[in-house]
């Protein structure tokens, strides 16, 4: 069973367009994050969720919306999207407290390309 | 300002020599340090954390914080140790903030 899975793996659409990424965990971990990973393979945290609130919004576009339905979830929405907008995101989830604390789970990312 | 430098964007080696990636930190708090590691076409994973003082796959790590550093090393290089590897430092409540990384190339 995969641990932090995503979908879609790839994702390649027109500017302006809007798109979604889903990501989904069976760890039972209370924190699930977004990271971006730029073409030079820097990673930076986007969000971070506990138990379906927000608890980290770094500086990203409004454009880029996440919603968490439930502890297990966290979804990303881009709308209009741009071509810098073209990375890998991943997901990944965590215990917040306890031995794993912190202790990153990743997906297997999704790479979004905007032409 | 936390930081996290992993000075080199690539380290090339050769099959059997020591390895020793850099990472230097800057924060204020209690540090809580990491290194994951992304084989090719595999997800990030972890590697080691400093709390835990243990060593995998060879590879270990010493927190000094007079020299703010979390140095990975491994004696003998392997291929399939060919990655690109991560420090990362804990910031937050749960942020962890990743080094820009290094790609360990092992050569034959």
């Known amino acids: 069973d995969t641990a932090v899975s995503q979908t879609p793996k790839y994702l390649v659409t027109q500017m302006g367009n809007d798109k979604s990424i889903k990501c989904e965990q069976n760890?039972?971990?209370?924190?699930m994050y977004w990271y971006k990973q730029d073409s030079k393979k820097f990673l930076k945290i986007m969000f971070s969720y506990n138990n379906k609130e927000l608890i980290i919004n770094e500086t990203v576009p409004n454009r880029f919306s996440p919603k968490s339905p439930d502890k297990a979830h966290l979804n990303l929405h881009i709308n209009s999207l741009e071509l810098g907008d073209s990375a890998v995101y991943f997901c990944?989830?965590?215990?917040?407290?306890?031995?794993?604390?912190?202790?990153?789970?990743f997906g297997a990312g999704s790479r979004l390309t905007v032409l | 300002a936390q930081r996290v430098t992993q000075p080199e964007k690539l380290l090339s080696v050769f099959k059997g020599a020591p390895v020793e990636l850099k990472c230097n930190y800057s924060?204020?708090?209690?540090?809580?340090l990491f290194w994951y590691v992304q084989y090719s076409r595999q997800r990030l994973q972890l590697l080691l954390r400093h709390i835990s003082r243990e060593s995998i796959k060879g590879f270990t790590a010493d927190l000094n914080k007079g020299e703010t550093s979390f140095h990975l090393k491994k004696p003998f290089a392997q291929e399939e140790d060919s990655a690109m590897y991560y420090c990362a430092l804990r910031t937050g409540y749960s942020t962890l903030t990743f080094g820009k990384g290094t790609m360990l190339l092992v050569s034959p």
């Open positions: 990944a989830s965590s215990d917040l407290t306890g031995t794993g604390a912190n202790v990153l789970t």
């Open positions: 924060y204020s708090g209690s540090p809580e």
């Open positions: 760890l039972g971990h209370d924190t």
